[in-house]
Structure formats: structure tokens, C-alpha cells
Nanobody
Framework: QVQLVESGGGLVQPGGSLRLSCVASGNIAEIYAMAWYRQAPGKQRELVARFDGGRFEYAESVKGRFTITPDIAKSTVTLDMNNLKPEDTPVYYC???????????????WGQGTQVAVTS
């Protein structure tokens, strides 16, 4: 059974920084992509940052402030968030597109979410 666990959320003032971490456990054969999404109440989940086949992708709203760092070998991905703004507040979710051992296909697995609150 594959599980993703996030950590690192919390309360921070505008302009501050946080690091989110996500680690996958279980019988994992291959990881193709790692990503962070976020979702505010009443809104759709949106992509924040993604590492996919060697390429990095960022939402326009976080470019220059957030950095995704994948470590495929350790099944870990971090998101460094700097110069945080109140609109960066929602719940953040880790997503990995991976193939468990003894399964033929890749699938998306999600963490449980970690809350980030940016407020003065």
C-alpha cells in the first residue's frame, strides 16, 4: 500500500517562508512525476509546482517565490515557499504519479494535505 505523508505547514506572517515536505512509502517501483497542488475552500484544486520527466512547471502566481525539489531516489519532494502572501493560504497537497511494484500502470497518489496560513 502506497502512502504519501506531507509535513511542514503552519502559520506564518506575510513575507515569511515555509518548507513543505512529502515522502512516499510502500512498495514503489517507479516515480514519474511529483507535484504540489493547493485548494482553498469553495475553489478547485490548482497546480502550484510540478516536476515531470525532467521538466519543472510553476503556477504564474508563485514563480520566483516557490521552488520544488524532487528526490526520486528517496521518494521525497519538498516545496520551499518564500515571500508568502495571504493568497498563498490554502491547504497544500502532494501528488506523485508512480507505479507500485507488481502493478503494470502508473497512477496518481495523494497526500492528506497540510494547511498553510499566511496572516498578520
Amino acid at each position: 500500500q502506497v502512502q504519501l505523508v506531507e509535513s511542514g505547514g503552519g502559520l506564518v506572517q506575510p513575507g515569511g517562508s515555509l518548507r513543505l515536505s512529502c515522502v512516499a512509502s510502500g512498495n514503489i517501483a517507479e516515480i514519474y512525476a511529483m507535484a504540489w497542488y493547493r485548494q482553498a475552500p469553495g475553489k478547485q484544486r490548482e497546480l502550484v509546482a510540478r516536476f515531470d520527466g525532467g521538466r519543472f512547471e510553476y503556477a504564474e502566481s508563485v514563480k520566483g517565490r516557490f521552488t520544488i525539489t524532487p528526490d526520486i531516489a528517496k521518494s521525497t519532494v519538498t516545496l520551499d515557499m518564500n515571500n508568502l502572501k495571504p493568497e498563498d493560504t490554502p491547504v497544500y497537497y502532494c501528488d506523485m504519479n508512480l507505479r507500485p511494484i507488481q502493478e503494470p500502470k502508473f497512477s496518481d497518489y495523494w497526500g492528506q494535505g497540510t494547511q498553510v496560513a499566511v496572516t498578520s
